[in-house]
């Protein structure tokens, strides 16, 4: 099993389309073997997703984020562990001892808010530009 958690300074990083590392978890027999912090390069939205199927991620535990990064995790057979707060360490561990408080009907809250998009949207982005929702290893339409 590999995990993945939005990372920023110990943290489960709260804005999935936004998040610049993962901190990715090997586990094996029920335990964490290795972990290590990736860089993401500024990708955000749909790209992430593809990151994580490269990166061979099966589980992801993030904050907030949007119905379309949701279809394209889905759509890469990645299982979502969405709206969790805290440490991530901790957060893996809840997960693995089957105690992770998260919310199965997580929604992004900061779409519309600080939008790098400017004057649309995250509806009219998320279609515009795919925000999250290309097949996994399609190419990424840009900002």
Not at 39 to 56: E, P, R, Y
């Given at each position: 099993?590999?995990?993945?958690?939005?990372?920023?300074?110990?943290?489960?990083?709260?804005?999935?389309?936004?998040?610049?590392?993962?901190?990715?978890?090997?586990?094996?027999?029920?335990?964490?073997?290795?972990?290590?912090?990736?860089?993401?390069?500024?990708?955000?939205?749909?790209?992430?997703?593809?990151?994580?199927?490269?990166?061979?991620?099966?589980?992801?535990?993030?904050?907030?984020?949007?119905?379309?990064?949701q279809r394209a995790l889905q759509g890469c057979g990645i299982r979502l562990y969405g709206g969790a707060?805290?440490?991530?360490?901790?957060?893996?561990?809840?997960?693995?001892?089957?105690?992770?408080?998260?919310?199965?009907?997580?929604?992004?809250?900061?779409?519309?808010?600080?939008?790098?998009?400017?004057?649309?949207?995250?509806?009219?982005?998320?279609?515009?530009?795919?925000?999250?929702?290309?097949?996994?290893?399609?190419?990424?339409?840009?900002?």
């Amino acid at each position: 099993m590999r995990i993945a958690v939005t990372y920023e300074n110990g943290e489960i990083f709260q804005h999935f389309g936004h998040t610049e590392r993962f901190k990715v978890y090997d586990v094996e027999g029920g335990r964490v073997s290795v972990t290590a912090v990736v860089n993401t390069n500024g990708s955000g939205h749909g790209a992430l997703a593809d990151i994580l199927k490269k990166l061979q991620v099966d589980t992801l535990i993030c904050g907030g984020i949007g119905a379309g990064a949701q279809r394209a995790l889905q759509g890469c057979g990645i299982r979502l562990y969405g709206g969790a707060t805290g440490n991530a360490d901790d957060a893996v561990a809840a997960l693995l001892n089957g105690t992770l408080a998260y919310n199965p009907a997580v929604q992004c809250s900061h779409h519309g808010e600080h939008h790098e998009c400017g004057e649309h949207g995250c509806k009219e982005h998320e279609e515009a530009h795919a925000c999250g929702s290309h097949a996994c290893g399609g190419h990424d339409s840009g900002k």
